[in-house]
Structure formats: C-alpha cells, structure tokens
C-alpha cells in the first residue's frame, strides 16, 4: 500500500533527435570553443533524416554547452587619476533637457549638471565646472 504513496518512473520516451544525438555531440566537440548554430545543425540531420524541428534541437544543444561566462576585469584607477563624462538625455525636441554627467574613477563620485543642449559650448562649460566641482583634481579625463 505505501508503494502506492509515490510516483514511479516514467518510461522514457524516444524523441525523433534521440538517433541524431551521437552526431550532434560530435560536431559540437569538433568545433569547440566556437558554437555551430542550431539552423546549420538542422540542416545536416536534415539530410541525414530527420523529421523534427528547431526547438527540440536547441533545447538539447544548449544542454551540450556549458554556460561560458565571461571573466569580469575591473579597470581599476588610482585616487584623482580619472574622471569619467557622458551625456544623459531626458527629452527631445522644443524643449530639450539633457545631463552632464562626471564621474571619479577611483571613488565613484559623481557630479550632474542639467542643460538645454549638448553644443560644445555647453560641453566645455560643463567640463570646467566639473573640474572645479573636484577642486581640479582628477589627471585626465579621456576627451
């Protein structure tokens, strides 16, 4: 009677992939660390028989391929060597309004001007009192 407390196993079922497998594992082996897409490997069983679609195809290559992520390197600035500066824009057209937005590499620090436009004028204006809102400090600033 307890027995019938649990689910059993399902039976597992072949997929029309199932025969192709061998294969994919193969050709994705073949061309690591680089990925074949889904549409050229549709193509080659395709030729060889098989009847299904995309979808089951990358569900089972993505189970192939590990999730490569990316090492993170930080750029890392001494204290005052860096300040770094973009443009946030807010509205367009008869009214424009805009953001200078300076930023210390090192710290973090940030100063915001808002403006009318984006005119080199304006651009240097906000770039001198950037400059002074940091008491002149950072060395450079990629310009």
């Known amino acids: 009677m307890k027995a ?3 689910y059993k196993k399902r039976k597992t079922v072949e ?3 199932d025969p192709y ?3 994919l594992q193969e050709r994705v082996k073949q061309v690591r660390p680089f990925c074949l897409p889904a549409t050229v490997l ?3 069983i395709r030729d060889q028989g098989y009847r299904g679609g995309v979808t089951q195809l990358r569900l089972y290559l993505n189970s192939l391929t590990p999730v490569l992520c990316e090492e993170v390197v930080r750029f890392e600035t001494e ?3 860096q300040m770094q500066m973009d443009w946030i824009e807010f509205r367009k057209g008869k009214n424009p309004l805009s953001a200078f937005v300076a930023t210390l590499g090192y710290s973090r620090v940030s100063y915001v001007r808002f403006v009318e436009n984006e005119k080199l004028s304006t651009l240097l204006q906000c770039h001198e009192d950037a ?4 008491w002149r400090y950072p060395l450079s ?3």
């Open 4 to 6: 019938d407390l649990f």
């Open 15 to 17: 997929t029309k992939l």
């Open 21 to 23: 497998k061998p294969y």
């Open 42 to 44: 549709l193509r080659e």
């Open 79 to 81: 204290p005052g060597a």
């Open 131 to 134: 400059f002074d809102y940091f």
């Open 141 to 143: 600033s990629p310009l």
